[in-house]
């Protein structure tokens, strides 16, 4: 482990000292330096790699050695970042000693330093028996998009009185399993506010307001490189995909007008070396 890695207890350190917590998600080796190099505190090797990276329609389909393939190649660039590595649909609900054995794939053939799981009160079994082997959880709760067509689509969730006492409800029930973090996605401000002050763990928000301990965004949505569609609580902070665009245009015009290489790219022989040939 480098020296500066960042740790469970330096999390839970800056959630008592009210520092916040970053968390961006990565899923390539080049994106996954320039993460932590930025001084990011933790790296989501998200599910969400499925539509940004692969294209699917939806976080389901994703299996798990699409997964570890993608946790690898982070796992090789990061030095500092904490590392959390997502369980696909399907790799943790259809029985204990599968969802142990699959957790223990990420942190044994990809490197990662712990594994998120989607789900409220329903999973914390799970978790109990994840971090019972010895692997770090993170839960996740709210808008879970493994199981959105259980939520009728992707919604705000928590935002009557009752749903968001399940949640708060979800929330302890997963602390008391032994989850380390909890991501809080798409739950009003003030239920995201509670739940932040009843944990003892840290909370880290996604479309849950200002209140919870740190914050996660999807890279691509941050960076502009996912286009297909953008939810209220993303901040692009830069939209690359036209620099790209214009980028690859200028290259196709110069090879097909002879511009591209120039001679500053191309290798020479002498000259009576090349008159042998
Ligand atoms: O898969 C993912 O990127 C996530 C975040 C949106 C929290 O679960």
Known sequence: MSQNKVTIGMLKDKKEKNQKI??????????????????????????????????YDSTVPVTMDEMLHHCRAVSRAVNRAFIIGD????????GIEEAIKN????????????????????????????VRAGIPVCAHIGLTPQTATMLSGFK?????????????????????AGAFMIVMECIPDQLAKRITSELS???IGIGAGKHCDGQVL????????????TPKFVKQYINISP??????????????NGHFPGPEHTFVMQDEEAEKI
């Open 156 to 176: 705000v969730q928590g935002k009557d009185a009752e749903s968001a006492r399940r949640l708060i409800q979800s929330a302890k029930d997963l602390e008391n």
């Open 22 to 55: 970053t968390m961006l998600t990565a899923y390539d080796y080049p994106t996954a330096r320039l993460v932590d190099e930025a001084g990011i505190d933790t790296i989501l090797v998200g599910d969400s790699l499925g539509m940004v990276v692969l294209g």
């Open 87 to 94: 369980m696909p649909f399907m790799s943790y609900q259809a």
């Open 218 to 229: 999807v890279y691509h949505d941050l960076v502009g490189l996912f286009e297909r569609f």
């Open 243 to 256: 620099m790209i665009k214009e980028a690859l245009l200028k290259y196709k015009e110069e090879v097909e």
């Open 103 to 130: 957790a223990g794939r990420f942190m044994k053939e990809a490197g990662c330093d712990s594994v998120k799981l989607e789900g409220g009160s329903e999973m914390a079994h799970v978790v109990e028996a994840i």
């Open 201 to 203: 763990i840290p909370t």
